[in-house]
């Protein structure tokens, strides 16, 4: 396993060692001693998520006011744009974003901590993301912000119109959002 850092040093790329011929591959998606070893964490998975989206459908930006999570996301098919947002007012990277292309191809995982919007869009004709969770999904805090604000200013790489969820349409804004202290 490899840890790859992003301009948000908070948020890892996380890269499996991986075995393949011409029978197919074998990696180890998820190792709690050597992920703990290599990214000098101590987190606990309490909930596994899979989804299915298809081409354009863009998923974000997403997070838990209270009871935040963090998230180790990967596509296990397809091809994604993964972003994370740095929701910490007191953090020096507040508002900033990073993403990651995720892959059934490349194989690659991000980890996103606690305090950061998460949001992904699909490039391939289908993708499903799995993403193990450090904590669990609380509805009466699950909150949004708008995949497209000014603000934030990222880029999605879109290559189409983006598909959207009503919950995701009518997101906050960055400036009116609850965020973390």
Sequence with gaps: MQVI?????????????????????FLESYNHRRFQE?????????????SRSVRNVLRGLHYQV????????????????DVAVDLRKSSPTFGKSVGC?????????LWI????GHGFV?????????????NYYA??????????DPDLAIDWQLQGE??????DQNAATFQSAEIFL
């Design 5 to 25: 850092p992003t301009p948000i040093s908070e948020v890892l790329i996380i890269e499996p060692q991986v075995f393949g011929d011409e029978r197919g591959f």
């Design 38 to 50: 290599k990214t000098g964490l101590e987190v606990e998975f309490v909930q596994d998520n899979h």
């Design 66 to 81: 209270k009871e935040p999570q963090g998230k180790l996301v990967r596509a296990v098919v397809g091809e994604i744009l």
């Design 101 to 109: 292309i995720l892959s059934a191809t490349n194989k690659r995982q």
């Design 113 to 116: 901590p606690p305090g950061f």
């Design 122 to 134: 699909v490039f391939s004709e289908v993708a499903e993301v799995l993403y193990k969770a450090s």
């Design 139 to 148: 509805p009466e805090f699950d909150r949004s912000i708008l995949w497209n």
């Design 162 to 167: 983006p598909i959207l969820s009503t919950k």
